[in-house]
């Protein structure tokens, strides 16, 4: 504020009293992401601790935040200013520019430039036909054999999520081969009880009894993989392996962060949050992929059903709920995907 | 945003000539972009 003793600029006290406590805020978050990484460096690995912060996530309205951010990046830039602003985002989160399809010129806002696709022969499709390739950029949160009854992914060290609820409960999803052995040891068949009627290929995937006919044949395990897309990464899906999609289960949930400061911090990250369920079948049997949104990227577009839509405002959101369902073509084949197919894309809010 | 995959793929087989074991070709932590091989 101007005065006539000379003071030309004056900053409240509690301006600099937030200034300075959201920068100590800032050194501290700095120091312990440093405590993690080097914690990783030496091999200890990271355990579920819930804290206060996260459970006041749970208070904020994170699909409404997600949805203003959609709003606030969907804001069309003049084109001198376009180049800037994306080259700032990639210095920011390490994006590779030289890959973008197009111009920077052409993306005419953030949102856009997020979904980008890239140039021809950027991301080559290895070609070995008993090969399962990565659907996304990313890194490689975990990966393994479920083994267990009731199959669980452990989100970190202390705490693990069910992968029915992670899919559905309506899930064809297969026995584990330790499932299997027990059954043909003479265990209950429990896929053939009262659910024989729902799922025809359910029992084709998972029967003993089925997989008897060939001796030959190897015994099916239940694998899974889980990938985690820093903002900078390219954000469009892409299919694993040629399959067909039988299933799309939709669950509209909460849009936490995902980042790894959440995963350590919150309880059923990846089961409460918005996500696109497709499940189906390729040569080895069942396939399910899950796509996971976060409050940044709080939508998820299906480029096989493209009048799917995500992260919708809803008056009450029941959590108990069940996922919105659709089967593709019931009586046929589903939608048949080849290796290295767009699927879909992550949207910005 | 995250995906996970969950599949069904060989872990044992049979016809011992033909070892048809599903292995994954990735360690926890890697980077790994569209297009390359999780496992064979």
Redesign the interface.
């Known amino acids: 504020r101007g005065s006539s003793q000379g003071n030309s600029f004056f900053v409240p006290g509690a301006t600099v009293g937030t200034v300075l406590m959201l920068g100590a805020l800032h050194a501290r978050r700095l120091y312990d992401d440093k405590k993690i990484e080097e914690a990783?460096e030496k091999g200890i690995e990271l355990e579920f601790h819930p804290d206060v912060k996260a459970t006041f996530l749970s208070f904020l309205p994170l699909r409404t935040i997600s949805r203003f951010w959609g709003f606030l990046t969907s804001v069309e830039y003049p084109i001198w200013l376009r180049p800037h602003v994306y080259n700032a985002w990639a210095r920011a989160f390490h994006s590779n520019l030289e890959e973008a399809a197009l111009p920077l010129e052409e993306y005419a806002s953030l949102r856009h430039f997020f979904v980008r696709t890239l140039k021809e022969g950027c991301?080559?499709?290895?070609s070995?036909p008993?090969?399962?390739?990565?659907?996304?950029?990313?890194?490689?949160?975990?990966?393994?054999?479920?083994k267990e009854a009731g199959a669980m992914?452990e989100q970190v060290k202390g705490f693990s999520y069910s992968?029915s609820s992670?899919?559905g409960a309506k899930s064809f999803?297969?026995m584990t081969?330790c499932e299997n052995i027990q059954q043909e040891s003479g265990g209950e068949d429990k896929s053939m009880g009262d659910e024989t009627q729902k799922s025809w290929w359910r029992v084709s995937?998972a029967s003993p009894k089925v997989r008897a006919i060939s001796?030959?044949?190897?015994?099916?395990?239940?694998?899974?993989?889980?990938?985690?897309?820093k903002p900078g990464d390219?954000?469009?899906?892409?299919s694993?392996?040629d399959w067909n999609v039988l299933v799309r289960r939709h669950f509209s949930g909460r849009l936490y962060p995902?980042n790894e400061r959440a995963m350590r911090t919150i309880r059923n990250l990846?089961v409460e949050n918005e996500r696109v369920v497709l499940e189906g079948q390729?040569q080895?049997?069942?396939?399910?992929?899950?796509?996971?949104?976060?409050t940044n990227?709080g939508s998820i577009e299906l480029f096989v059903e493209p009048t799917l839509h995500t992260n919708r405002p809803r008056k009450k959101l029941l959590h108990s709920e069940p996922p919105e369902e659709r089967v593709y073509e019931p009586e046929g084949n589903g939608i048949m995907l080849k290796k290295?197919d767009e699927v879909g894309a992550?949207n910005m809010g | 945003s995250t995906v996970v995959l969950v599949f069904q793929a060989p872990v044992s087989s049979a016809n011992e000539r033909m070892p048809s074991d599903f292995k994954f070709c990735i360690e926890r932590g890697d980077r790994i972009r569209m297009g390359e091989a999780l496992g064979r």
């Open positions: 990783r991301r080559p499709i290895d070995d008993c090969c399962l390739i990565s659907p996304v950029d990313g890194t490689v949160l975990r990966f393994g054999e479920l992914i992968v992670l899919l999803l297969p081969a995937l001796p030959e044949s190897p015994m099916k395990g239940l694998f899974y993989c889980v990938i985690y897309l390219y954000h469009r899906i892409h694993p392996v995902l990846y390729w080895e049997g069942y396939m399910a992929m899950a796509a996971i949104g976060a990227i290295g992550f």
